[in-house]
């Protein structure tokens, strides 16, 4: 399974122009819970296939190897049940801070790292940027974030969708729509973990 993705991805390598990350990210405006309003095929056609409702939270932590990380919890429901996938990102060149990198604490081998580029990050309000579109060093994921997906219906869908379609996330590339309908969602990370703030602190 991960042998034939491994294949699909030298396969698409080079398919896409990569998207140069954004040249600034502060962390501490990108931490809370996001609601994904849609992936690629390569994500939604494999790794999240046939879910729904997907969620990704970010907390600030602090760890002795990179300093500032961002632990997260991206959550999924695949025919009405919950699922959840646990790591952490961090940012491994401070003149790149919008170049992630991510380690996943299950399903794929713990030494390997993914990449997490924001490529285009919304306006901040209340503290927070209200979206954010990700991708990775090869161009070859994307990830649609929001806030709250009728608000980013109403103001932000029509920048974002000029922005893909200029930037070749079109065909094979195309923004899949999350389904985001009659979800029940995981309860988000500051109510799960706020009672033990401590759960952050690294082992
Ligand atoms: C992740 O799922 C497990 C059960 O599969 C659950 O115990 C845990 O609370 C979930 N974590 C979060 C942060 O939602
Ligand atoms: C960090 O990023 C800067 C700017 O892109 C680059 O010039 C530098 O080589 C990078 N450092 C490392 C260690 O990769």
């Known amino acids: 399974m991960f042998a034939m993705f491994a294949m699909v991805l030298l396969f698409l390598q080079g398919a896409g122009a990569v998207v140069p990350a954004v040249s600034e990210l502060d962390p501490s405006l990108y931490v809370g819970r996001w609601y994904q309003i849609s992936a690629d095929a390569l994500v939604a056609d494999t790794f999240e296939l046939k879910a729904e409702c997907v969620t990704a939270d970010y907390a600030l932590a602090s760890d002795p190897t990179y300093g500032t990380i961002i632990k997260l919890v991206n959550s999924e429901t695949i ?56 991708s990775d060093s090869t161009g070859l994921s994307l990830f649609v974030l929001a806030r709250d997906v009728a608000d980013y219906a109403e103001n932000y869908a029509s920048t974002v969708d000029a922005f893909l379609a200029d930037n070749g996330y079109a065909d094979f590339f195309a923004p899949i729509a999350t389904v985001q309908d009659d979800c029940t969602y995981a309860p988000t990370l500051v109510q799960a973990f706020t009672p033990r703030a401590s759960a952050f602190s690294s082992e």
Do not use: M, R
């Open 79 to 134: 025919n009405g049940k919950l699922f959840n996938i646990t790591g952490y990102a961090y940012i491994a060149n401070e003149s790149e801070p919008a170049e992630l990198s991510v380690k996943f604490d299950e399903y794929v081998p713990s030494f390997a790292t993914g990449s997490y580029w924001v490529i285009l990050l919304g306006p901040v309000v209340n503290n927070q940027y209200q979206y954010s579109v990700v």
